[in-house]
């Protein structure tokens, strides 16, 4: 079996994805880059006697290293050679999206072009004639609807023709007009004399090309003096001839050949009509409306997650206890009972209790890939820009801003769309605000606990909201102060409304549900063993406990452990805050993963093996906090929200940001707002309800 | 194309169609800016210049949002 490479490339939003999962199926993993965090997404599929392997490239609009996908997906292309590189273009869009194609023609890559969504493209009355526009491109072009699954065995069979082509050189690429295809001939004549060793990666006519464009990146690659000199020389001459600067030229040229070739190829039947895209846009991008919807969608999303999930996750919960009871019931008589309370308390009520969630986190995760596939959300980013605008960041800040509320750790390796360092410094620092999955958990935990079933709904949405303001006023601080200065130009596409596929939303929210479980395995599992070892030892002594009944005797067992004394220690801290020493100790176990606040509870609270008394956490939690039951809830979350963010995205800051410095930034700045916060909502709260 | 015409994007009503004259953006954002279609010659439509903040243009087939200061900053007739 003959093994090839293809890489996918393609302007953002050109249904890249679909056609990736259309060649691939289900058999795909996600991994990062090597040394840059963007993620690479590879697939594999056998097709007529080959073993194709795919790569997702991130989406970009040209080559031009302006980005770090761009950047990426340049380099993939230059450095692992891929077999085949197929362009997903939109070919409801076709000029624009044909730029890019453009620039893979110019690096002489073998390419195939993948005419998405056509379907969209011939109810919009576009009719492309394919051979002559193949011809001109000097391409295989195939008609796909990704998201419909048709085309793909077209797609593989151009793909594997392609690959199987003796490779030939391209007869008439782009011309640049005389002058400029001089300067290019003649500066790529001097590289192909000099500089032997970039040309064995690179295409000569596509160096001189770049360097004629200032390419920094190439520019650094070439390390001949005569060749830099005679690329500035020739820049010059240009703009002396032709009045103009090159790039502006080039591009000119590129867009020149795109119209020229599309008037040759395309014909419209249909006249241009107001677009359905236009119709809705009108109502939820409208100066009134917009906002008002924004709110009310977002309020949606939580109750949806809530209301919904509260179901499975009542079965979760009844089997987890159900696996509790059965493992007291069936274990042989007295024998090892440090285990038995090992496997109850620490493991299944520990990792239990964060698995419980799967079911919220999966339906958090759908809405925010419908939201996302849809196109809604770069229509969100454009609403807010006029809020954000004020407090000094703009509407793009948004995006990873809303993927928070999944997880810090995408959200802040989504802070790369934006190309400003400040912006970006001070978006990661805010991040953590949005309050994530684990958090999510929390407060599911919490609310139904805390408060009346008529205000939960309103709870899950007020402590959301509560985030995001604390987060405005902190960036508004932050641009203020430490990140002081001008805000960069803000430029977003608006994409057509789309109806998301079910493969697509399916297999997106399961590769982040499996991360979710992944980490319940894992780490949670580790930590949960750890933390019972914590609550266990050190024991009190046999006979202090003598003539006390059960709930007593757990009491003094739990507090001369590390646990207990960990607790007590910090107890006079927290006590302004109106947290007691067993919320302190949930609150340190929760610095490592937030849902270990879940799981130190569930062990704090869980009577030493008995499974009489072993009563579930939100009864015990009723149980015990009586007094100013709904302020006491609300400022456990209140902390949890805005407190040290999880040890992951610690380290995703330090990452991103390039050092430790910011990561404690981050932290420290973080948990002590926390505790401010919280100690004022407390004990001003606590005035009114006396 | 009269001179006294030439006046930033920033200034267009809505529903306008323009020609861009030329964009004084620094040379990474004017690479992006032309790679999403925008560059001295073609035409666009302003579609929403209502609010204080981002600004929406039609080029094409694609709608782009753009700030309020890149606004400023493309000449257009």
Redesign the interface.
């Known amino acids: 079996m003959k093994k090839i490479t293809v890489a996918l490339a393609g302007n953002p939003n050109s249904g890249k994805t679909t056609v990736f999962n259309m060649l691939t199926g289900a058999r795909q993993h996600v991994a990062n880059y090597p040394g840059v965090t963007v993620e690479q997404k590879e697939g594999f599929r056998r097709y007529d006697g080959y073993e194709i392997r795919f790569i997702d490239l991130p989406g970009t609009?040209?080559l031009?290293a302006?980005?770090i996908e761009e950047l990426v997906a340049r380099d993939f292309i230059i450095d692992e050679h891929p077999d085949v590189v197929v362009d997903v273009v939109d070919s409801?869009?076709?000029?624009?999206n044909l730029?890019?194609a453009t620039q893979l023609i110019e690096m002489d890559v073998p390419l195939v072009l993948a005419f998405n969504m056509s379907d969209i493209a011939r109810l919009n009355g576009l009719v492309f004639d394919i051979d002559e526009m193949s011809e001109l491109l000097e391409a295989e072009i195939v008609l796909t609807v990704g998201s419909k699954g048709r085309g793909g065995n077209e797609l593989l069979a151009a793909i594997l023709r392609t690959a199987e082509k003796e490779k030939t050189k391209r007869s008439h690429k782009i011309s640049y007009g005389r002058e400029i295809n001089e300067k290019v001939a003649e500066l790529s004549g001097l590289i192909e004399q000099i500089d032997n060793k970039a040309i064995e990666k690179y295409h000569p006519d596509w160096l001189a090309i770049k360097l004629l464009?200032?390419d920094k990146q190439i520019a650094e690659k070439i390390k001949d003096d005569t060749v830099k000199q005679k690329a500035d020389e020739s820049i010059k001459e240009i703009k002396a001839i032709l009045g103009d600067e090159l790039?502006?030229l080039m591009?000119?040229r590129r867009?020149g050949f795109i119209s020229g070739a599309c008037q040759e190829t395309i014909k419209k039947t249909v006249e241009f009509r107001h677009s359905f895209?236009?119709t809705i846009?009108s109502v939820l991008?409208n100066?009134v409306l917009g906002l008002p919807i924004f709110l009310f969608l977002m309020f949606v999303v939580f109750q949806i997650t809530f209301a919904i999930g509260s179901y499975p996750m009542g079965w979760l919960e009844s089997f987890f206890d159900w696996l509790c009871k059965v493992t007291i019931n069936y274990w042989p008589g007295d024998n090892m009972l440090w285990l038995r309370s090992l496997l109850v308390e620490g493991v299944i009520r520990g990792v239990g209790g964060v698995v419980m969630f799967l079911p919220n986190i999966l339906l958090l995760f759908a809405s925010i890939a419908i939201l996302e596939a849809t196109g809604y959300m770069?229509r969100a980013?454009?609403i807010m820009?006029?809020v954000m605008?004020k407090i000094g960041l703009?509407?793009k800040s948004f995006i990873p801003m809303i993927i928070g509320f999944g997880c810090s750790v995408p959200a802040i390796m989504a802070t790369r769309i934006l190309?400003n360092r400040r912006n970006r410094f001070t978006t990661i620092m805010v991040i953590p605000l949005m309050s994530c999955g684990a958090k999510f958990a929390i407060y599911a935990l919490l609310i139904p606990a805390f408060f009346p079933l008529k205000w939960q709904g309103t709870m899950l949405w007020l402590i959301y909201v509560v985030g995001i303001i604390i987060a405005i006023i902190c960036v508004k601080i932050l641009r203020l102060t430490v990140f002081k200065g001008e805000?960069t130009?803000?430029?977003?596409?608006?994409p057509?409304y789309r109806m998301p596929t079910f493969k697509a939303l399916g297999l997106y929210t399961w590769q982040r549900g499996w991360m979710y479980l992944k980490k319940a395995g894992t780490i949670i599992l580790l930590m949960s063993i750890i933390l019972w070892f914590a609550k266990t030892y050190p024991k009190p002594a046999q006979e202090s406990l003598q003539g006390l009944n059960a709930q007593q005797v757990h009491e003094i067992k739990l507090s001369s452990s590390v646990v207990g004394r960990i607790g007590k220690t910090i107890e006079p801290a927290i006590k302004p805050l109106g947290f007691d020493w067993k919320i302190g100790t949930a609150l340190v176990g929760s610095v490592a993963a937030k849902e270990l606040f879940i799981t130190q509870l569930s062990i704090v609270y869980a009577v030493d093996s008995d499974a009489e008394q072993s009563h579930n956490l939100r009864y015990r939690l009723r149980e015990t906090y009586t007094e100013h039951r709904p302020l006491m809830g609300f400022c456990i979350m209140l902390f949890c929200l805005i407190s040290s963010p999880c040890v992951a995205t610690v380290v995703m800051t330090k990452q991103e940001t390039g050092s430790w410095g910011w990561a404690m930034f981050q932290f420290f700045g973080l948990t002590i707002l926390a505790y401010i916060v919280t100690l004022i909502v407390y004990q001003v709260g606590i005035l009114f309800v006396g | 194309m009269e001179i006294k015409d030439v006046r930033p994007l920033a200034l267009v009503k809505d529903g306008e169609t323009v020609k861009i004259v030329n964009i004084a953006a620094g040379c990474g954002l004017n690479s992006r800016l032309r790679a999403m279609g925008l560059w001295p010659g073609v035409e666009i439509v302003v579609v929403n210049n209502r609010n204080s903040g981002a600004f929406v243009v039609k080029v094409k087939e694609s709608k782009i949002v753009l700030g309020r200061g890149i606004a400023n900053k493309i000449m257009v007739s």
Request: glycine residues 2%; without cysteine; charged residues 30%.
């Open positions: 609009y040209s031009d302006y980005s409801s869009n076709i000029e624009r730029y890019l464009e200032r790039e502006v591009a000119d867009y895209s236009d846009d991008t100066q770069a980013a454009f820009d006029r605008h703009h509407g190309e805000t130009p803000f430029v977003m596409e608006l057509p």
